[in-house]
């Protein structure tokens, strides 16, 4: 099973970019999915995430209204459309998914429950 992240760029302060998230090889079905970026000098932090039994979507503060995730099951592809983009979400970002378990809320934030993880993409916001 592979993640493949991409969609990432360069765009100006107040951009948009969406990025997508596809699973290939072995056919499976996440039970969630999460977005993680990881600034030059910083650790790895969350950004969004949804689960997919019922729908429910997390955001890290930073990034809440303006990012939005959203997943298409039939596809097995998840998305992060990012609005109003600021030159401090520059980062790799990076797409993971979790099959074996259903994450509950103070979980699904956590990098250790993700299994599968993509090669990230890169997102710089600059003037």
């Known amino acids: 099973v592979q993640l493949q992240a991409s969609g990432g760029g360069t765009v100006q302060p107040g951009g948009s970019l969406r990025l997508s998230c596809a699973a290939t090889g072995r056919t499976f079905r996440t039970t969630a999915t999460g977005w993680f970026r990881q600034a030059p000098g910083k650790e790895r932090e969350f950004v969004a995430a949804i689960r997919k039994s019922d729908r429910h979507l997390y955001y890290a503060d930073s990034v809440k209204g303006r990012f939005t995730i959203s997943s298409d099951s039939g596809k097995n592809t998840a998305f992060l459309q990012m609005n109003s983009l600021k030159p401090e979400d520059t980062a790799i970002y990076y797409c993971?998914?979790?099959?074996?378990?259903?994450?509950?809320?103070?979980?699904?934030?956590?990098?250790?429950?993700?299994?599968?993880w993509g090669q990230g993409t890169q997102v710089t916001v600059s003037s």
């Open positions: 993971a998914g979790v099959s074996s378990l259903n994450p509950i809320a103070s979980t699904i934030r956590q990098q250790r429950t993700y299994e599968y």
